[in-house]
């Protein structure tokens, strides 16, 4: 049945394909090279029949290495985030890059700038403001010296005074975000550094599962502690195994779902109240929430997750009271910058690469309030930091 | 590919009613592919690559109302231990899905709306080597669906939609849109830069016609070059698909059974469920049990240890070791062939 096979890019009536148009191929794609790679290391979707699958794809892929043509393939530059393509966003760009800074800490890129003040004010992701010399690009091509006004822990965002005039506030747009609205990530360059559309709608992002280190009895529903992992904070707080949880925060549980449901809104380093009940004695325990690193204690009871399916993710990637998700492919050292709709009115905020398929931004009213809780307490950090000279940034 | 068989209209029904199982359906046709005309769509989807801020808008605007039209067809599946994801393609509950996601026929099948509605049914036919494959809701409809395509029209450099569930079923989330471009094709793949992820297989890749072009498939090392199934592949394995059957040596392997259950824990893998008088219960296996090695080899996610499983065979035996409260235990299992409807 070969005649049968989908015949794409042969077919008779076929609009100029891009292979026989008059662009040169790109020098970066080199195809038959590719579907080796490509078949080499497919990685499969579906984790449970990984195996399975992977043999399906070298069947799949084999008539590929076999038949592949140059006229078979998409020019990369033509591809969605390809550079012909993203030359239709220059004048999203252009009208951007004024309002964008790049921040570079002891020389390395870090995170874009969303300016939200033309005296120089920009708002960035915090977690990637490591120590160091900060300094950022302009699109003036400039490098000029930063430094770190305060920090919102809960949503991740750092405000940092840059030393440069005639920047231009980013124009914050109005209204909802709609499935399927192109999601634009300007950098200070001439075309956009990725382009993408609105995923899924904004809500709610959970924080990553952090742990008090108790293992629950498994042959009952109730709450009761089977076992405690060494060096975590509910063995340090002297909670014994048979001991019940009767509250956490205040609210009272019966069974082991409801603890750790209520321990997922909280991330790595809060501290959670329990209620402990033991025989007819109750007292409460402090906790500290903790994600144990590899060759820390108790690392080897939360193993980490498996790599992310080859995908480069923010090392701080959930825990968000409010994102939009989009699917474009952003680097992890290019959020902080605002993500802007076809007006080149920032939507948001790009706070993290989360996933193969997410990246998450801060809606703009949400950035908004952030800015304008940074901002008030701007003047005794400054006077501060005046007085101390340039401000480090804090380690944290 | 000699399994692979001229989809013929309508084809004949030929089901054998079969003990114990429900009142057969007749066995659907090949679908035919919804009507659409090229010159329909703006003019910016007919260039090469879009060059302007109207070109952009032209195609926004309509992945907006494509994505408002065919979201309500794209469903999650759960077969067995996993999930993955699956298209809608008759008012009487047709599902589109890849071969890997259904694994064999006559398996149980939760469907989950994007609107949080769920519905029962069963796989039906599988082609493991096209990894096509079709389910079927028996629950009662009429269910949202949507029209196939026509792969002999699209063209390298489409803008194609990817929407499917990765990660599985969130209901805050639902479902997850993509956008990208046809970047390859050849006999049985269809290459798009859309991303997708684990979760995703089964999911539709619609043209934009809002009619479904392929099926996800895989996965590369690169984020910019995914393969799906293209729609032919189940015209071409159409009979084999409706009829139930299963197509190629693996698919046709007995399946090692072992009944139990297992979820991700902070821990590990960790025993949700055992069956009654299944190989892991005869083992001693309990729910809640952490399993830590299989043949001494780490057992860090769930998801390893189901391969295990699905790479054993029937009759083989499983050295484990589990953790159980504070107790280490070595416990072997014998694995089965699975019994029916599993």
Known sequence: ?396 | MENIQTPGPAAPAKTKPKEAEPPALPTPAVPKPGPARRQDLPAAFSKEVPTSIADLRAIEQQVKKLVRQVSPAVVAVEVGYASGSGVVISADGLVLSAGHVCGRPRRDVLFTFPDGRTARGKTMGVDRDADTGLMRITDPGPWPHVAVGDLEEARLGDWVLALGHPGGFDLKRSLVVRLGRIIRAAPGIVQTDCTINSGDSGGPLFDMHGRVLAIHSAISSSLAENFHVPITEFFDTWNTLAAGGSANALASQPRAYVGASAADDPAGCRLSAVEKNSPAFNAGLQPGDLVLKVEGRDIPVSATFRRWIAEAQPGETLNLEIKRGDKLLSLQVKLQTPPDGK
């Open chain 1, 1 to 396: 049945m070969a005649s049968d096979l989908p015949q794409l890019p042969s077919a008779p009536g076929t609009p100029p394909s891009t292979g026989s148009s008059p662009n040169p191929a790109p020098s970066n794609h080199s195809p038959p090279a590719s579907g080796n790679r490509l078949s080499a290391r497919l990685i499969c979707l579906f984790a449970i029949l990984a195996v399975a699958l992977i043999l399906g794809g070298w069947t799949l892929v084999s008539p590929v290495q076999e038949t592949f043509q140059e006229d078979l393939a998409l020019p990369r530059n033509y591809f969605r985030s390809g550079e012909q393509t993203l030359r239709a966003f220059a004048s999203l760009s252009k009208a951007t890059r004024n309002s964008i800074v790049k921040f570079n800490v002891d020389g390395e890129t870090v995170a874009l700038g969303t300016v939200v003040d033309a005296a120089g004010l920009a708002l960035t992701k915090a977690s990637e403001i490591k120590p160091g010399k900060l300094t950022c690009w302009l699109a003036s091509d400039k490098e000029v010296n930063a430094q770190l006004l305060g920090v919102d822990d809960d949503e991740d965002v750092a405000l940092v005074r840059v030393d440069a005039k005639g920047l231009k506030p980013i124009t914050w747009a109005a209204g909802d975000v709609a499935e399927g609205q192109w999601a634009v990530t300007p950098g200070i360059a001439d075309t956009p550094n990725a382009v993408g559309i609105i995923s899924a709608l904004p809500r709610r992002i959970r924080p990553q599962r952090a742990f008090i280190g108790v293992q629950f009895d498994f042959d009952t529903p109730l709450p009761r502690v089977g076992m405690l992992i060494a060096g975590l904070s509910a063995q340090k707080a002297g909670l014994k195994p048979g001991d019940l949880i009767a509250a956490v925060n205040g609210n009272p549980v019966t069974n082991r779902e409801q603890v750790v449901d209520i321990l997922r809104d909280f991330r790595e380093g809060q501290t959670v109240t329990v209620r402990v009940r033991r025989a007819a004695e109750e007292f409460d325990a402090s906790l500290k929430m903790i994600v144990p690193r590899s060759g820390e204690e108790g690392a080897e009871f939360y193993p980490q997750r498996p790599a992310n399916l080859g995908a480069e993710v923010s090392r701080r990637a959930l825990g968000f009271e409010r994102a939009i998700e989009h699917d474009t492919v952003l680097q992890p050292w290019l959020c902080g910058g605002p993500l802007v709709n076809l007006d080149g009115q920032a939507i948001g905020l790009n706070i993290a690469r989360a996933s193969r398929v997410t990246t998450y931004a801060l809606p703009a009213a949400l950035v908004q309030r952030i800015f304008a809780n940074l901002n008030s307490r701007r003047p005794h950090v400054e006077k501060t930091a005046a007085r101390l000279g340039a401000m480090k940034a804090p380690s944290r």
